[in-house]
């Protein structure tokens, strides 16, 4: 074991707390497919289920994008909290920095017809952890139910899943519920989906990974793309999970809707229980050119904005034949979801961070974060703290956490000083 690294991060809640070094524990990233001394059979997790939508509405709340959003307030049968249904609101790469009276409005709005909403974040490895928590708590501002992280980490270091272990319980402290999407574009590591995923042992799973984000060519699996770089080549364990912990996006498709039905087997076939598809064009050459507005193909065969940036493929809402083709495919009407009660052995947690079978230190005195599920001689004091204040099981077990612990435990008595 060696030290990580180190990030400061106390103060979330609007709380005028100074910010508290925590150095993490953290191991070398390596192969992610034994974890604990459990294994897992895929043969006992076998299940039967169509995809639900998860819609990336990155487009502008004010009235000239009312059609966009009248697509996703029209649609019907989503319920909040459920498996799937899910529209991710963003301003402007997060949530902006004024509040935005429209958005939260469509917000109400979407949520009204029983959409999950989740904020989107950005997740990017190097991005300071405080304008993380900065963006969830601005996000809860507008009764988000949850929190999309976009770019999400990778390494499987105790440090990077400690870290996202505490957005989790961030998350869950600013919007009510543990509703989290961590994205990648690729297939996640599977330390992530099983301690962060697992971790908090929820029924059912209601943080979540983008494990595919490609254009339909190569999800389709088809020669002669753009990018060929992306064909489907998943890891032996990605089958030993549930499905409705992963998330499929596809772009570039064909306006149409012709290859949606496809996809959904696809989908299937491949774990992921929710799936987005959108004609909006990320690749490009000389005989399909660019769609997105204000868009242009560059040197890489890609379509960047005036900035030389990514064009925003999510910017608009699917053409008309394609939405109605994944809308009523990828729709509750037409969705069986059977998954088994359970996915995972509660050993399987042995070398997640913060897990252990006692805390590393008294309830009284300040130090390391202490796991959520530590020694019980406190009467669960760890759990009923954290559920409160996440910071004391992820980052620092500080003076605030020994004072909940002596207010919110019973039978917890500290020393005097």
């Given at each position: 074991m060696t030290v990580a690294d180190t990030f400061y991060v106390r103060g979330f809640l609007g709380a005028s707390v100074v910010g508290v070094l925590v150095s993490l524990v953290g191991c070398a990233a390596g192969d992610d497919s034994t974890i604990g001394a459990v294994s897992i059979k895929s043969s006992a997790l076998s299940t039967s289920f169509s995809p639900y939508l998860t819609i990336p509405a990155y487009f502008d709340a004010d009235s000239s994008f009312d059609?966009?959003?009248?697509?996703?307030?029209?649609?019907?049968?989503?319920?909040?909290?459920?498996?799937?249904?899910?529209?991710?609101?963003?301003?402007?790469?997060?949530?902006?920095?004024?509040?935005?009276?429209?958005?939260?409005?469509?917000?109400?709005?979407?949520?009204?017809?029983?959409?999950?909403?989740?904020?989107?974040?950005?997740?990017?490895?190097?991005?300071?952890?405080?304008?993380?928590n900065n963006d969830i708590v601005a996000w809860s501002s507008y009764s988000v139910n949850g929190i999309f992280f976009d770019n999400a980490e990778r390494d499987s270091t105790q440090?990077?899943?400690?870290?996202?272990?505490?957005?989790?319980?961030?998350?869950?402290?600013?919007?009510?519920?543990?509703?989290?999407?961590?994205?990648?574009?690729?297939?996640?590591?599977?330390?992530?989906?099983?301690?962060?995923?697992?971790?908090?042992?929820?029924?059912?799973?209601?943080?979540?990974?983008?494990?595919?984000?490609?254009?339909?060519?190569?999800?389709?699996?088809?020669?002669?793309?753009?990018?060929?770089?992306?064909?489907?080549?998943?890891?032996?364990?990605?089958?030993?999970?549930?499905?409705?912990?992963?998330?499929?996006?596809?772009?570039?498709?064909?306006?149409?809707?012709?290859?949606?039905?496809?996809?959904?087997?696809?989908?299937?076939?491949?774990?992921?229980?929710?799936?987005?598809?959108?004609?909006?064009?990320?690749?490009?050459?000389?005989?399909?050119?660019?769609?997105?507005?204000?868009?242009?193909?560059?040197?890489a065969n890609r379509c960047v904005d005036s900035s030389q940036n990514y064009a925003n493929d999510y910017g608009d809402m699917p053409a008309s034949a394609l939405w109605n083709a994944e809308n009523s495919t990828f729709n509750p009407s037409n969705t069986t979801m059977t998954f088994p009660s359970s996915d995972t052995d509660p050993a399987r947690f042995s070398d997640c961070p913060g897990y252990a079978v006692a805390c590393s230190h008294d309830v009284c005195g300040q130090g390391s974060p202490l796991a959520i599920d530590c020694d019980s001689s406190w009467n669960d004091c760890t759990r009923t703290v954290c559920a409160g204040d996440g910071y004391c099981c992820s980052t620092y077990w500080d003076g605030i956490c020994v004072n909940e612990a002596l207010t919110e435990c019973s039978g917890v008595t500290c020393p005097a000083d």
């Open positions: 059609t966009q959003w009248s697509l996703i307030t029209n649609t019907s049968g989503y319920s909040i909290d459920s498996v799937g249904g899910y529209v991710i609101v963003n301003e402007d790469s997060g949530p902006g920095t004024t509040f935005d009276q429209d958005l939260a409005n469509r917000i109400a709005a979407v949520q009204g017809v029983g959409w999950t909403v989740l904020g989107y974040v950005d997740d990017t490895y190097d991005r300071p952890v405080n304008d993380i440090y990077d899943i400690g870290k996202s272990q505490y957005l989790v319980v961030l998350t869950e402290q600013e919007t009510g519920g543990y509703n989290a999407i961590f994205n990648w574009g690729t297939t996640p590591r599977e330390h992530y989906v099983n301690c962060v995923g697992l971790f908090f042992n929820l029924a059912p799973p209601m943080v979540r990974f983008g494990s595919w984000e490609v254009d339909e060519c190569n999800y389709l699996g088809q020669q002669n793309c753009i990018h060929t770089t992306q064909q489907w080549s998943p890891p032996a364990w990605l089958n030993d999970y549930r499905a409705d912990h992963f998330i499929h996006i596809i772009h570039d498709a064909d306006p149409t809707g012709s290859s949606v039905s496809t996809i959904a087997s696809l989908a299937q076939s491949r774990n992921a229980s929710s799936v987005y598809v959108t004609h909006l064009r990320e690749n490009c050459d000389a005989t399909t050119p660019c769609n997105i507005p204000g868009s242009t193909c560059n040197a």
